[in-house]
């Protein structure tokens, strides 16, 4: 039954917040990509929130990306609380009882433990929701791209390899 939920939709929705993140760096995607391989999910949401706004100051475009944003957000906590936990089923029944399970600790609380029972629907809602975000993220990268002229094309060429002079100190420093 669990085997019904996908990971896959989360990972979709990361990948095109990592690339509208690229377009946003500039035109040498590496320098974007160098940076979002290291960052989790909720600050590659703060750096696209960051970049964008830098790129605009139309209120317009920046509340709707907020708003998919804050979805984003929403997908990715709901997303990040079944792939942490986890799971009972009761039977191989269709309907059996799913309970989902974690032992968390916490700063000044101690040991906790969760347990809650949890449908099929529920996970696949969550599905459901994470491609309806990306579909909706797509459709703003596209239409924003035109209005500030996001240039996704990639690189010129590979990086250009300069010599750097010695300076008096010794230290190998470019500029």
Known sequence: MLSAWSPTASMQLEFYLAVFTWGLMGKDQRIGQTITAQLSFSKLLVLVDTLFRHCTSDDALIKDLNQILAQAADCEQRRNRVIHSAYLQMSDEPNAQIIRYK?????????????????????????????????????????????????????????KITKRRKTQDGDDVPF
């Open 103 to 159: 032992i968390t600790t916490k700063l000044k609380k101690g040991l906790a433990y969760q347990w809650e029972q949890i449908s099929i629907d529920e996970l696949l809602d969550l599905a459901t929701d994470l491609h309806q975000t990306t579909e909706v993220l797509a459709a703003f990268i596209a239409r924003a791209r035109k209005q500030i002229g996001i240039d996704f094309s990639g690189h010129d060429s590979k990086p």
